[in-house]
């Protein structure tokens, strides 16, 4: 069974502070996605890494995945106020043949909260 | 871009009540449809996945006949939460698969069982 942990669950950060969000996953999947959830909304796609060694940016998010050790990392430069939400990792689901299941199983969630 | 729009935005319903949730997807076919539910300050969970014209396929622990997915055209999907109870409030959201992997979420239902 897939499991997804990210940490940390919860962020307090100060404006203009780096920090990262990690996302360890169980089992062998070649999709993994980024999401940002502010309070009672869906959700907004923020990345999808399909490779080792993949890394992408947008602004001051930066995503990047290790398949070999089922890792994925949320990388936030000079944070700001307005980055304040609740992010998620998801994993694809692979099936027993080998192929994508396209389920989405979710992380844990990092709550993130900049301060002035 | 794909849209799928999810009706209704939140609903009160009485213990015992059912309550109906629609996804649509507006612009596009909606091969399958997975359905996903979010207790607050949690993590989502998936609860089943629906392809159109089949029945759908449940997680572990989900009640197939408490939760009601109807996936009869490649534009509509829906959610029965038949019977329902407090534990049953909850954040549901649908998303929608297009063309081979491409997909959209919907924005959501937030439910309370009174």
């Known amino acids: 069974e897939l499991k997804v942990e990210q940490n940390p669950l919860f962020l307090s950060m100060q404006e203009g502070k780096n920090y990262t969000i990690y996302c360890n996953y169980s089992t062998t999947s070649d999709r993994l996605y980024w999401y940002r959830q502010d309070p009672g909304k869906s959700l907004e796609s923020l990345f999808v890494l399909l490779s080792n060694g993949a890394v992408k940016q947008e602004g001051r998010l930066m995503a990047s995945l290790d398949t070999k050790a089922r890792l994925s990392t949320l990388h936030i430069t000079a944070a700001v106020h307005d980055l304040s939400a609740t992010y998620f990792c998801?994993?694809?689901?692979?099936?027993?043949?080998?192929?994508?299941?396209?389920?989405?199983?979710f992380g844990t969630g990092t709550l993130l909260a900049v301060q002035p | 871009g794909a849209v799928v729009s999810q009706h209704p935005s939140w609903v009160i319903c009485k213990s015992g009540t059912s309550v109906k949730i629609e996804c649509r997807s507006l612009d596009f076919q909606a091969t399958t449809m997975f359905w996903y539910r979010q207790f607050p300050k949690q993590s989502l969970m998936l609860m089943a996945t629906s392809n159109e014209g089949s029945k759908a396929t449940y997680e572990q622990g989900v009640e197939k006949d408490k939760f009601l997915i109807n996936h009869a055209s490649l534009t509509l999907s829906t959610l029965t939460v038949t019977s329902a109870h407090p534990e049953d409030s909850s954040f549901y959201i649908c998303?929608?698969?297009?063309?081979?992997?491409?997909?959209?979420f919907g924005s959501g239902t937030r439910l309370t069982v009174v």
């Open positions: 998303r929608a698969m297009y063309l081979w992997d491409g997909y959209t």
């Open positions: 998801a994993v694809d689901v692979i099936s027993d043949y080998g192929g994508a299941t396209n389920k989405l199983i």
